[in-house]
Nanobody
Framework: QLQLVESGGGLVQAGGSLKLSCVAS????????MAWFRQAPMKEREFVGT????????DYAESVKGRFIISRDNTKNTMYLQMNSLKPEDTAVYYC????????????????WGQGTQVTVSS
């Protein structure tokens, strides 16, 4: 089992920045594709971005491209989500997730999930 714990959420004004962390434990972290998803109130959970096991390749949803940056430090078993130029529509619970194998944008293909961290952006 891989355990994932997110942190770093909070309340921020529109235009501000926030950095989320996802710490993994239990298994070898650097073999997993990692991703961030988010779920806003009354909406389906959606893909935010993903990073390859070695951290070389990233990809993002169009809604966050150019504003969010995903990175990982495999020596610390940690993935990060740097969120800049935040908008009220970024308000959601943010989840990190992990999977073996190929990159995917489909949440159903991810095997391990954190409990989520709330991000609220005020206008």
């Amino acid at each position: 089992q891989l355990q994932l714990v997110e942190s770093g959420g909070g309340l921020v004004q529109a235009g501000g920045s926030l950095k989320l962390s996802c710490v993994a434990s239990g298994r070898t972290f650097n073999i997993y594709v990692m991703a961030w998803f988010r779920q806003a109130p009354m909406k389906e959970r959606e893909f935010v971005g993903t990073i390859s096991p070695g951290g070389v390749t990233t990809d993002y949803a169009e809604s966050v491209k150019g504003r969010f940056i995903i990175s990982r430090d495999n020596t610390k078993n940690t993935m990060y989500l740097q969120m800049n130029s935040l908008k009220p529509e970024d308000t959601a619970v943010y989840y990190c997730a992990a999977k073996n194998g190929l990159t995917s944008y489909d949440q159903n293909r991810f095997d391990y999930w954190g409990q989520g961290t709330q991000v609220t952006v005020s206008s």
